[in-house]
């Protein structure tokens, strides 16, 4: 029968199961077996076990719809069963008080738990009372009501507000927030909810924002953050304020927006928010612009810098203001979900500004912001209001407030760093710093701390460095090589100008800097386009950059670009600097794998975080960086520094030898890399980069380098001299270069270097009657000093015309052609014989060294000097008798040693010679002679006769009127009269004849 009447009357939905007389019927579906429900929920839901009567019908009663229990959403199903009464019965059943009690009652209950928060499916179904003048019970879902967060934001003041109507006012803001229901802020300012993404381990946003400002220090690093993201976005222009105003705090968008109303951080650039860059911003430890393959930022981590300094950031761009609020405790209501504790507000379509104008004074005119003007706004605003000390008491990103004193510091530390922060920039060529008092009234009042302008131009003939650039990311993304060599190269020269205020003046700095660049086409281009590698974003580009010392008037004409580079203390650049020093003399600029907090570059056993997930890609990619572009930009840089140096500065050869590196200096092993890679690329490097020892300079490779061994520097100082006139390719390397060469390929070195012996073949002897006086002296002397312990020396210059010969020193003769003139011997020679030293090279140490080398000295002398000697007697007589009678002297005392003390004799042919020439003098007659005829010769007429013509003196008065008798000056030995010939007794004939005369 039941079967029949359910199927007929539709039992399940009808009340037939009696309760009791107060009771009456109810439908079976408003039963249950129990509940979670701490309250009564009578009289729209009843549990069976009150009514006796019914437990004997339960299985009828499941079967048409009795409940096990009663939870959340048979709560909430009983709202909507209010909601139907009252639309029904007028909104009372008899009952209406206790209905919306009841009403409130469900409501409490599920939302009881205070850390979580009730389902999506729960929230659909939630009903809330309306706020009625006539006080009858109304219910309607969240998205219809809205509640009143603050007494100045009462219904009427805005007809945006007519649409909703008012919770009704027993129920808490804090119910109404839980259940979904808008505040009438976040009604009057409409927003979309960001949420912040998180890669990597999961933990909550605060942990995770105060986990990753560990590896950012707390100095510069936020201007630099801002500033690469700005030019990541293509902006050219960057401006920073530091806002000391305190600003009115009673119509914000929540009361907890009142911390954020004190000083702030102003960061303006002229770029304008794409719509994946409000994304992208929300992302940390993302990759957020790895595909993006020109941009510098490629990790995501840079912007998360900025909680170092607030616990709110908010920026401006085209149509929208953002406010982040990761701990969800400032924007209060707006955050209608933890998970997406961001806001994104379109100030056009909603004219916040004039709904909340305290919460949006401050930007009123920073940087030309006007959120009023219905216009989108034409660049980028940041709002970083500095963490106050009561913010930092319940911060849970980071425990300090950020007082004035950090601010000075951070100001401080940016004015170090800033005048090198544009030096590699793609787009931002332009820096300010201003300041806004405390008491100032509106932005004009603001100072410029410091500003910093970069002007660059391409050298002629060179490529800009920015089409370089996007042609080396189009190649990677292409996976092929689009262009020619000679196209992978630029080179630009940046004036930089940096002005400051100091003791309430602006001081002004400019510095010019050449920097040249290079894409990979060989082995850093193809890692680049594995897929590894793709994925992270990596470019093989790289480049460098020196100061230049040139003038300003000839900026404008890049072309005419004269100057002197000069060394600098180098640091890292990722495009930014990343507070790296190197050791090396020029600034290096690449696409780096850079550590998470972007202050150092990745290497083998670094111990820090790897921001792409590979340690060993990271060092390896960086290693290929260096190898490739790196030093290939440095080979370019000496190319343009080679152009561009003024040839007759004199200092200008050592400055450009400075610009190559030490293997000593660079710090820390990793980057001696660059150093030895340098090295082994000029090593092979057949250009014209190496400049020569003269003035004006003069260019050569190395290759073709001439360089004096170190010793041979050391040893004769004005060898330099000799070498600069006489070696077009003479050139002088500081020890570090040749270090580096030799480390690079020893061989070569060899090859360039002149040692001593050859410099004195190839360079001092051949040009040595050309050579100044003082020079050629210098070296000579050290050279005959040395030569006495160095046989190789010494063999080298023995038969060398090295030595200047007397009387002038015009004459060279070879040390072995020379005569010692302190020996007896030297009296056989005259000075205009060219046989003597110059005086200059008379000293007694000099002369040692010579006779080692074969001068002619006592003991050297034999029978062929006799004979040659002897043979210049009779002429030598004609012109100087007193000359002539020297010599003759010095022969006889020489036979007398040759006989006497070595026991030498000349042969017989020596003998036949020296007996046919004429240079014995004839004693003139004697005064006591008895005879009237005297053969010899007479008083005043010298004659010389031969030896054998010659009788000795002894034999005058037996022989003197018949024959020549020998001057009585020349005493001969026995033995050198016999070997001369010369007769010591009277022919028997010649006496007799003598007798006659008698």
Known sequence: ILELLSRELELSARDWVWLDKTRGFVRPDQLALSTS????????????????????????LTKYGLKKQVDETEALL???????????????????DCNLNLAIAILNWVIRNEDQTISDELRDRVLVPVDREDNRLELAPPSELMYCDANWLAKGQDAE?????LVHTMISSRTAYKLGVPSVSSRLAPSEDLEFEQLGPHESLTLRLKNILKDYKD?????KELIQNADDAGATKVCFLVDWRRHKADSLLSPGMKHCQGPALWSYNDSVFRDEDFKNIAKLAAATKQTKLDKIGRFGLGFTSVYHVTDVPSFVSRRFVVIFDPHTTHLGNHIRNPSKPGVKIDYIETPVAKRFPDQFRPYGGVFGCNLEDHSEFQGTLFRFPFRSAEQARTSEIKKEPYDERRVRSSIAAFKLTCSKILLFLNNVTSVELFELPSEAKNVTQMKRLLSVQSETATLPSANAHADVLLQCCEEVRQESLLSAVNSRDSAAVSRISFSALQDANMQLFEEAWLSCARASDSEAFEYACSEDAKELGLVPFAGVAVKLGCRSKIWNSPDELSGLPSAVDGETFCFLPLSERTGLPFHINGFFSVNSNRRGIWWFGTEETSVTGSKDRDAVWNQKIIDDPLVKSCIGLLRRCAAILNRSDPNAASEYYKLWPSLRCPVGVSWKRVAEQFYSAMAKCKETLVCTGRTPLEWTSIDDSVMLQKTVV?????????MVEYCDTYVEFPDHVVEGLRSADDSLVDKISVDEVRFVEKFFAPNITSLQTAVRDEITHALLKRSTNDERLASCIRNMYLIPCSPN???FCKPSDSIDPRCPEARLYLSEEGKFPADAYCKPDLLSAMVKLGMRSSGSFNWNDVVERAGTVEELEMTNHDLAVRRITALIDLMHSLTERTGSLPDDETKIKLGKLRFLPIADRPKSYPLPVWHGR????????????VYDYSCKNTVGSRALILDSKLQLSYVVADLLGVKVRPDLALLLEHLDIA
């Open 219 to 223: 100095d510069a690093g936020i201007f």
């Open 161 to 165: 507000l007519d649409h909703y109507r």
């Open 809 to 811: 020193g015009l004459r």
């Open 37 to 60: 429900c701490p309250f009564s929920l009578e009289p729209w839901r009843f549990k069976v076990d009150q009514y006796q009567h019914l437990t004997d019908c339960l299985e009828l």
């Open 78 to 96: 009983v709202l909507e069963e209010m909601r139907s009464n009252c639309s029904q019965y007028g909104g009372n059943r008899g009952q209406g």
């Open 938 to 949: 007479t008083i005043g007429k010298v004659t010389l006769a031969c030896p054998k013509d």
């Open 714 to 722: 050391r040893r004769h100082r004005a060898a330099r001299k000799v």
